[in-house]
Nanobody, 114 residues
């Protein structure tokens, strides 16, 4: 079955950077958009960034100018470069395809704290 594996999270100080990766096994992102979501404790999951199959990107206002989404279809991966991190970026980050999302992976925890 298709499996999504997110990685690259961790603990970082405010102003720091992290690069998240998302790999899909037994399928491919080719032809679909790749979405990155996040879910903070007690909050709903929110869409953070999207990259279409042709490379068009869009971002939530809260991360615009700080996060950059990219993709490598040869490796069936998506990436999220996160710079100038803030405490409010603390959340579990998930990826999925759009449209027609698969089952969710376990995500990767990002904690921004001094």
């Amino acid at each position: 079955q298709v499996q999504l594996v997110e990685s690259g999270g961790g603990l970082v100080q405010p102003g720091g950077s992290l690069r998240l990766s998302c790999k899909v096994t037994r399928s491919t992102f080719s032809g679909y958009s790749i979405d990155w979501y996040r879910q903070a404790p007690g909050k709903q999951r929110e869409l953070v960034a999207r990259i279409t199959s042709i490379g068009t990107t869009s971002y939530a206002d809260s991360v615009k100018g700080r996060f950059t989404i990219s993709r490598d279809d040869r490796k069936s991966t998506g990436n999220l470069q996160m710079n100038s991190l803030k405490p409010e970026d603390t959340a579990i980050y998930y990826c999925n395809r759009f449209p027609g999302p698969w089952g969710w992976g376990v995500g990767t925890q990002v904690t921004v704290s001094s």
